[in-house]
Nanobody
């Protein structure tokens, strides 16, 4: 499956952005499941995950209450609404897909993902 992330850009502190991730190709049982981010010099970190139905969601501590993950299964797409952005949110954001079930009730490890998008840069300026 191929994942195409978009929607990144430059935004001021306190602003908002909406990231999109479109999945295509022969996915079989694979589906987009999570957003990760990687800042310069840091490891790739979990941001948010969502189960296949879209009912259950899990957020990293640093984005809880500010970011909202959602999905549109008809479009095989994943979204990340980012509000109240801070300079420390600056990173390349990646969407990821898996071939197994995910309950949306715990953080995910980058090592457990089966497919990755190419990443989209988010820069928050102060």
């Amino acid at each position: 499956v191929q994942l195409q992330a978009s929607g990144g850009g430059l935004v001021q502190v306190g602003g908002s952005l909406r990231l999109s991730c479109a999945a295509s190709g022969r996915s079989g049982s694979s589906y987009p499941v999570a957003w990760f981010r990687q800042a310069p010099g840091k490891e790739r970190a979990f941001v948010a995950g969502i189960n296949r139905s879209g009912v259950r969601k899990y957020y990293g501590d640093s984005v809880q209450g500010r970011f909202i993950i959602s999905r549109d299964n008809a479009k095989n797409a994943l979204y990340l609404q980012m509000n109240m952005l801070k300079p420390e949110d600056t990173a390349v954001y990646y969407c990821a897909a898996v071939s197994r079930a995910y309950g949306g009730n715990h953080p995910l490890s980058p090592d457990g993902m089966d497919y990755w998008g190419q990443g989209t840069q988010v820069t928050v300026s102060s």
